[in-house]
């Protein structure tokens, strides 16, 4: 410190002129909510590598497929469990793609040479020999649109039957309230395995399960800020001026509930990118040969012990996947709260 | 109070009518019948196996049998193991579920509430980063992925404890601790925002000014009423206990209800999914009335002002 005051150039030290005017000046720019909000997640190093890594990924699950040159189905048996092998890389001696593998009993062995294949393997392949690099982004392909399904949900049910619970209060809020009672007793589990019973595993009776139960939590947030600002004197004054029930909703409260409903729908995404990954492990979410995350980790889980790379890097991705949501949802909410404000 | 517990038991009661008709008629839709060699009968055997298991009356006769049945405790047979009652079943596995699942819940809040409460008194420093940390990871990571990570690491790689089964305390060494990751970070993340927000409250500030030592402030009157909340986020740990017991179980081949919930599963076995299904149902809405309940009986603070005395 001492260095550096004497750095400091007289001028700086100069009085300073008082001068009523000017002590009235805004020196700063005044920011809009989503400015400053914005500045607030910026300054949160955890949420911008987070967001930095999902975009990362999401062009991977969307390019990966189509650059691996190899379809996601594909068996090839006499190409079957091979280790990963990345050219370039296969020569850096402490990273695991160098094509070779170790036995459990200690013995390191080279499956490339004695099969003698030829073609690299990026992420080596699984009992059946089918790529688990372009399985692996198909997989996170999965775990997106899940993510995305979800927050569309919140998004539009949760929303709308919130605010028009919360707007209209009385006998409806009465009846649509006891509803989401009733609802949120039930556990997801036990609607998505009841759906499953009806309907084929798969994608489809996912969504249907998490369309039925996925949105109760939203709607019970949002109501409880619609009752809140529907008393508030702007509400009063659009209602004077004879806007309509719906122009009120989405003109005047919908943009005062985007903070709420941003938090929560990022909280939403990566429990259902769990609850996907987690049925599939449990073999009640996609079905052979569809790969997700889950498939991925199930089918690796049982050659563990033999070809650890089958379950490791399956993990690794949804593990990384979860923490960024996790981290950028963290970043969000304190920077769109205003409760979290310091 | 009285009306209050009045209220959520009929709520609760309307719940677990719902989740059972709905169970009964989506089982109405499944198509086929529950005979498992019904190809090879005949349309008169066929009419005598459904008399002898009531398919034959109209379904709201039916309907009104299963509710019957339901109150009774019948949760209907399970096929795959020579027409066991589902109910038998699940007693004879309820045992290593209800201690697995009590065992990491507590280990698992204990250990949360203390990385909480000391990320808390060590506001901003490593001590926070990292129990912040360890939280992050432990919400985010899939318990399937922990589980079977340190089964065949700590397990398999380094030997130091069994890798399968459940025979004795050091069997469940393992198991509680890839189940503890949830209730570890939930209860620390919960503990560090109360007890932050309670150190910064007036009455601590009294406490202080009156002279009293930095560990009765912190665990005589902060950690007290930081514990009083800590109530609301069981029943959220309860359907994580219930989803991780599906994994952990089948992992480890623990022999509870979740590892014979995902056997049923790949063997298509649909009494044994619905009677485990609804007992899920019935156990997880039981366990958040009682903490409703506890939570009106143990914070004063809420007991006034509904009103009482």
Do not use: C
Not at chain 1, 254 to 265: F, H, K, Q, Y
Not at chain 2, 205 to 234: C, E, M, Q, W
Not at chain 2, 267 to 282: C, E, H, K, P, S
């Amino acid at each position: 410190m001492a260095s550096n005051l004497e750095k400091l150039p007289k001028e700086k030290f100069a009085p300073a002129i008082l001068d009523s005017s000017k002590s009235e000046e805004i020196n700063k720019p005044s920011l809009s909510f989503w400015q400053d909000a914005w500045m607030r997640v910026r300054k949160n190093k955890a949420a911008v590598v987070s967001l930095v890594v999902m975009v990362l990924l999401i062009i991977m699950a969307f390019l990966g497929p189509l650059i691996s040159g190899r379809e996601y189905d594909t068996q090839n048996v006499a190409h079957a469990n091979l280790p990963p092998k990345i050219p370039g890389l296969e020569n850096v001696s402490w990273l695991p793609f160098d094509g070779e593998k170790k036995l459990p009993n200690g013995n390191v062995i080279n499956p490339y040479e004695q099969k003698k294949v030829d073609e690299y393997y990026w992420f080596g392949t699984d009992p059946l020999g089918r790529d688990l690099f372009t399985r692996l982004w198909k997989g996170t392909q999965v775990s997106l649109y899940i993510a995305f399904l979800a927050a569309i949900i919140d998004m539009i049910i949760g929303v709308a039957y919130g605010a028009i619970s919360g707007y209209y209060g009385g006998r409806l809020d009465n009846v649509m309230q006891r509803i989401t009672e009733v609802l949120i007793g039930i556990p997801t589990l036990v609607v998505v395995i009841l759906m499953i019973l009806v309907l084929e595993p798969g994608i489809l009776s996912i969504t249907i399960a998490m369309s039925i139960t996925g949105w109760v939590g939203m709607s019970r947030v949002v109501r409880a800020q619609t009752l809140k600002l529907r008393e508030q004197e702007f509400v009063l004054a659009s209602k004077t001026l004879g806007n309509s029930d719906g122009r009120i909703i989405f003109k005047h409260l919908l943009p005062n509930l985007a903070g709420v409903i941003i938090i929560n729908t990022m909280f939403t995404i990566p429990n259902a990118i769990f609850f996907e990954a987690f049925l599939s492990f449990i073999g009640l979410g996609l079905q052979a040969p569809n790969a997700s995350l889950g498939t991925l980790i199930d089918e690796g889980y049982k050659v563990l012990r033999l070809h650890p790379h089958e379950m490791i890097i399956p993990a690794i991705v949804i593990s990384v996947i979860m923490v960024a949501f996790n981290m950028l949802a963290d970043g969000l909410r304190d920077a769109l709260d205003p409760k979290m404000r310091d | 109070m009285t009306r209050y517990l009045v209220k959520r038991i009929l709520y609760m009661l309307v719940t677990l009518f719902v989740i059972a008709s709905l169970t009964f008629f989506l089982m109405k839709l499944i198509p086929g019948t529950p005979f498992a060699s019904a190809n090879k009968l005949s349309p008169a055997q066929m009419a005598i196996m459904k008399a002898k298991y009531g398919l034959d009356e109209p379904v709201a006769v039916q309907y009104v049998k299963y509710l019957g049945n339901l109150v009774q405790g019948d949760l209907g047979i399970a096929f795959q193991f020579g027409n066991t009652p589902v109910s038998d079943l699940l007693a004879n596995r309820i045992g290593p579920s209800i201690h697995l699942g009590l065992q990491a819940m507590i280990i698992g809040s204990i250990i949360g509430m203390i990385l909480g409460v000391f990320a808390a008194l060590r506001q901003n420093t490593w001590v926070d980063y990292s129990s912040t940390f360890l939280a992050v990871i432990g919400k985010a990571i899939p318990n399937f992925v922990f589980a079977g990570l340190l089964q065949f690491f700590v397990a398999v790689k380094l030997g130091w404890f069994p890798v399968l089964f459940w025979k004795g305390p050091e069997y469940t060494v393992l198991p509680t601790i890839a189940l503890m990751m949830f209730p570890v970070a939930i209860a620390a993340r919960f503990m560090r925002t109360e007890m932050i927000e309670i150190l910064g409250s007036d009455y601590i500030t009294l406490a202080k000014a009156k002279g009293a030592s930095y560990f009765d402030i912190a665990f005589k009157h902060a950690l007290r009423n930081a514990l009083i909340p800590l109530v609301t986020v069981l029943g959220p740990l309860t359907a994580s206990m219930m989803t991780g017991s599906l994994v952990v179980e089948r992992i480890f081949a623990i022999p509870g209800i979740g590892e014979q919930f995902v056997k049923s599963i790949s063997v298509n076995d649909y009494n044994v999914i619905m009677g485990t299904n609804l007992f899920f149902a019935a156990l997880f809405v039981v366990i958040i009335l009682i903490v409703d309940i506890l939570y009106g009986v143990i914070d004063p603070r809420i007991r006034l002002a509904g009103g009482k005395k």
